[in-house]
């Protein structure tokens, strides 16, 4: 048995037709091949798979596809717009905020929604703001830098 | 030692922005599970619930007729196919070689630990691959578990029957009987009982491979999460499954950390690369976290005891350290080196100890396999020193900074007892800066602000060394091991005078496609942009051993430049040519050769253009092209080395410990990328503490079972969990490899855990706590309540 489903991601109509068990992030990895959401722990921990999902951040790993029905879903993919980086994804190489990469699009993900949510966020507020993101390489120093980076609208230095 | 050419806008020691962040941040990154191969299918591997079972029986006729299934395999299929490997050879006290059991691919009559695996589902997609798996029927006949390493040798119950009392090996080194005659004569001997907890590495990309075998050209292609593919090959090539290396490629694209779990060859990729010739279709793979937590390689797991014999001066006279290393239930490819030749030689840590033995049994028991782990025995033994000597200041009634300040080291070379010969170090500059940073004058204050509001603070330092780039390899292979240890390099200039890098090195975070590229412009003069770094490819890089151990940079790095150097060289003799000039009177200076004494010249790109262009070029004596590859073998180790100062504050009410600060002080050597080396330390810390305060692998003792296998279980640092760090360096370069590095990914790792420890037992006023120092033992220790 397989339910259709029609939602919009990254502005884009999309129509698939999913086995009912179908996650979220099945969907936007191996149907629509949007690889740069992952999966690193299967529990809703680790905050990889993370997305926005009506303008709210969502982990991917632990929805269903078909929750996501009539849903206007954004991935990592579709933050950057003609080409150039969001703010946030700029900062966080500015700040050298990420290391092997595999956390990075969901911590970023999390990191807009964060700022989005709290502009004014304390460094205190950022790393509690963070508590559903793992990262194992950056020790958070850097990614914390980075999103109070962005918080101050300061412009990159390097290309 | 090389001359490093100095360009004016010279990239070496500028924090220049990592050129992989742009796919990493934008969703373009290629890591295994993203690719997916033409008729794809997808593996899952039946595992065994139990710690130790017979295998009576393996009914598959169900699973088989499933929808979608290719094919099950199962132990019985692979009959005659070899081993995993272990590449360090152990050699006990009473000479006999340490025991090798097999560790068959999967598992042939026995299942040694949960999570073992039994049989290889293959279907059209992932979720047929899965329910498959689940009507797979396994007759188990349950035995009984070895699972706590103290009882292993009595409990009457082998992991392996050729093994009956589960040891593998009883190992010793340095001078015995000058110990215990130093010992003798101690005034003061300070000893410590304590568990080194075992750790999951948890690279956030879980492993994963996915296996090709195409028909055309009889030949395999295996994608993988893996920090050496060239060890992989060799490996799995020449070991286990007789396939020439000439007909398997291996990548290792974006690869979502390692920390070490991905140095090893395992069983899942090798059943792929199997099975994908026996069905013809690519395989793919990829690890639940919770198959994460029972198959990938643990770290650590000691049980120790170490003591410290001083004269009445606090002197260090000797030290003594008897050590139960957890080798879970097979050897993992380099799981017999980590507690022995990795662990007993770092035991002089900073320190002119004169004498020091330690002995090390190396135990079989039901468990995962546990290897190397960021830092691979030197945490374990930075922790026994660091322990030992802070609770020796203490028991001496001394400064902590002060007994350690006159026990270092001071002239180098310096030889130690266990074997090392450090090239450089200067132990005082960098304890004296991190003292500095982390005013430990105004301690006292903080204390007291602390006590006002009812908490407890301490201070505790750590001063650690490491040996990186493990080397050389003639002496290592004397040592036991069995594999080569240099790094292999390739430098290709193209006809426009651009350049690809080909390294032996992985990158897996580290950030080589920046800091290599920093190192080539540097010495050829060129705008960075126009070096790109390749690596992680046997089909495209020349055969090397990959990165662990923090040996990118010292070794991988330097066989770069020895290739460079080459290019140099031939391109002088292009240049003499083109300039009518001797090749011993050309200089190459900021990616120009120069006539000397003269303002005649040539920049790098017309060079270049020339060796591809022959057309005026001294063709009889002189090849086309300028391509070069080097091969390098270091002569010692490099021996990073520093000083940390962590300050906690506990709520004795709740057991709740904060890192109130942390100074890192490293000396590194030379540094190529500061903000690179600094993200390094920063994680290396993070790590540290998540073993010091959090992290640990709990198994049940009567069943075997992984208590805490999921992120929902097993604690590891959050953002909020720890604080921001303050980093420093101090600089002795290395005197033997031409950059003068020394190596930064593990130091963090093999720093911090005693710095925490010495912080928190100095807040409670104990002698010890053990890791993970969670908030109820915290609590248990701050309120005296056993």
Redesign the interface.
């Known amino acids: 048995m397989s339910i259709p489903i029609s939602l919009t991601v990254n502005g884009k109509a999309v129509q698939a037709s999913v086995?009912p068990?179908t996650l979220l992030v099945q969907l936007i990895?191996?149907h629509l091949?949007?690889?740069?959401?992952?999966?690193?722990?299967?529990?809703a921990?680790?905050g990889?798979c993370t997305v926005h999902m009506n303008g709210r951040a969502v982990k991917a790993c632990s929805m269903l596809a078909v929750q996501a029905q009539g849903a206007s879903i954004t991935?990592?993919?579709g933050?950057?717009q003609d080409g150039t980086?969001h703010p946030m994804?700029a900062a966080?190489?500015?700040c050298?905020g990420?290391?092997?990469?595999?956390?990075?699009?969901g911590m970023?993900m999390s990191a807009v929604q964060l700022l989005a949510d709290n502009p004014k966020a304390s460094?205190?507020e950022?790393?509690?703001g963070?508590?559903g993101?793992?990262?194992?390489?950056?020790?958070?120093?850097?990614?914390?830098k980075a999103i109070q980076f962005c918080q101050s609208g300061a412009q990159?230095a390097?290309a | 030692m090389t001359d490093m050419s100095q360009p004016p806008n010279n990239p070496i020691g500028q924090?220049?922005?990592?050129r992989?962040?742009?796919?990493?941040?934008?969703?373009?990154?290629?890591?295994t599970?993203?690719v997916?191969l033409p008729g794809q299918t997808y593996g899952v591997f039946l595992r065994s619930p139990y710690a130790h079972a017979r295998i009576k029986s393996i009914d598959t006729s169900k699973a088989k007729a499933m929808p979608g299934v290719v094919a099950i395999f199962t132990g019985a299929d692979m009959t005659g196919v070899g081993g995993l490997p272990c590449g360090w050879l152990i050699t006990s006290k009473d000479g006999t070689p340490m025991k090798e059991p097999p560790h068959p691919v999967l598992a042939q009559g026995k299942a040694r630990h949960v999570g073992d695996q039994v049989a290889l589902v293959v279907a059209d997609t992932y979720?047929q691959a899965r329910d498959a798996a689940e009507a797979i029927e396994v007759d188990y006949e349950e035995l009984t578990p070895v699972i706590d390493m103290s009882s292993a040798e009595t409990i009457g119950s082998a992991v392996h029957d050729d093994v009956p009392n589960n040891v593998c090996y009883d190992w010793g080194h340095g001078d015995k009987a000058a110990v215990d005659a130093a010992f003798a004569k101690a005034a003061h001997v300070t000893s410590l009982t304590f568990h080194n907890n075992r750790l999951v590495p948890?690279?956030?990309?879980?492993r994963a491979a996915n296996a090709h075998y195409t028909r055309h050209d009889d030949a395999y292609t295996l994608y993988l999460a893996n920090q050496n593919p060239h060890v992989e090959r060799l490996l799995m090539c020449a070991f286990v499954l007789g396939i020439p290396e000439s007909k398997m490629r291996v990548i290792a694209p974006?690869?979502?950390?390692g920390?070490g779990s991905k140095i090893f060859l395992y069983a899942e990729e090798t059943a792929l690369i199997w099975a994908s010739k026996r069905v013809g279709r690519p395989i793919k793979w990829?690890a639940?976290?919770?198959e994460s937590f029972l198959t990938d390689a643990h770290g650590r797991d000691h049980a120790t005891t170490a003591e410290l014999a001083m004269d009445a001066q606090g002197n260090f006279l000797a030290m003594r350290v008897k050590t139960l290393a957890n080798m879970g239930a097979y050897l993992s490819t380099f799981a017999s080196s980590v507690p022995t030749i990795l662990y007993a030689t770092l035991l002089a840590g900073q320190y002119k100890t004169p004498a020091i033995y330690c002995e090390v049994k190396a135990i079989f028991t039901n468990t995962t396999p546990v290897d190397a782990y960021r830092g691979a025995g030197r945490p374990e033994a930075t922790y026994v020193v660091e322990r030992l000597v802070e609770t020796a200041a203490r028991d001496m009634k001394m400064d902590p900074a002060q007994i350690r300040r006159q026990n270092f080291i001071t002239t180098f070379p310096y030889a130690t007892p266990v074997g090392l010969t450090y090239d450089t170090g200067d132990y005082a500059a960098h304890l004296d800066k991190a003292i500095k940073i982390a005013d430990v004058a105004g301690f006292p204050a903080r204390k007291a602000a602390s006590a006002a509001k009812g908490k407890l603070r301490g201070l505790g330092y750590s001063c650690y060394i490491e040996a990186c780039g493990l080397a050389p390899s003639n002496i290592a292979g004397a040592l036991g091991a069995r594999a080569g240890l240099f790094e292999a390099g390739e430098v290709r200039v193209h006809p426009t005078g651009t350049v690809t890098v080909f390294t032996g090195s992985h990158s897996?975070?580290?950030?080589h496609e920046t800091t290599f590229a920093q190192v080539v412009a540097a010495k050829l003069g060129l705008p960075v942009e126009n070096v790109e770094i390749v690596h992680g490819d046997t089909g495209r890089i020349p055969f090397g051993m990959g990165t662990y151990g923090s040996r990118s940079l010292s070794v991988g790095g330097t066989a770069i430049i020895k290739a460079v150097d080459k290019i140099i060289a031939k391109g002088k003799k292009i240049a003499a040519h083109l300039l009518e000039a001797s090749d011993t009177d050309i200089d190459f200076e900021n990616g120009e050769f120069k006539v000397k004494g003269t303002d005649k010249k040539l920049p790098f790109g017309a060079v270049a253009l020339t060796a591809y262009v022959p057309h005026n070029y001294p063709l009889d004596k002189l090849e086309p092209g300028l391509n070069e590859n080097a091969f390098y073998d270091p002569t010692n180790f490099t021996y990073p080395a520093g000083s940390y100062v962590c300050e906690v504050e506990v709520d004795p009410e709740t057991g709740k410990t904060t890192v109130a600060s942390f100074v890192a002080v490293d000396d590194f050597g030379n540094i190529v990328n500061p903000?690179?080396v600094?993200?390094q330390v920063?994680?290396?810390?993070?790590?540290g503490l998540g073993q010091a305060m959090m992290e640990g692998a709990v198994y049940d003792s009567g069943s075997g079972q992984l208590l805490n296998g999921?992120?929902?279980d097993y604690t590891?640092?959050?953002?909020?969990d720890?604080p921001?760090?303050t980093v420093d360096h101090t600089v002795t370069p290395c005197t033997h490899n031409p950059l003068g590095v020394k190596g930064c990914g593990e130091a963090?790792a093999i720093g911090s855990p005693p710095a925490f420890i010495n912080a928190l037992t100095d807040a409670l006023g104990v002698k010890d706590i053990a890791m993970p120092a969670t908030a109820e033992r915290v609590w248990r220790a701050a309120n005296k309540i056993a």
């Open positions: 086995d068990r990895r191996e091949q949007l690889t740069g959401t992952h999966v690193g722990c299967d529990t921990q680790c990889a991935t990592i993919e933050l950057s980086m994804q966080f190489r500015e050298h990420l290391q092997c990469g595999f956390c990075t699009p970023v460094e205190a950022i790393r509690e963070l508590e993101n793992i990262c194992r390489c950056t020790g958070y120093h850097n990614i914390v990159p390097a | 924090s220049l922005r990592r992989e962040d742009a796919r990493f941040l934008t969703g373009a990154g290629q890591y599970d993203d997916v979720l948890n690279a956030m990309e879980p974006d690869v979502g950390g920390f990829t639940e976290r919770s897996h975070g580290q950030g903000m690179i600094s993200g920063h994680g290396g810390i993070a790590q999921s992120y929902m590891m640092p959050r953002a909020d720890l921001s760090f963090g």
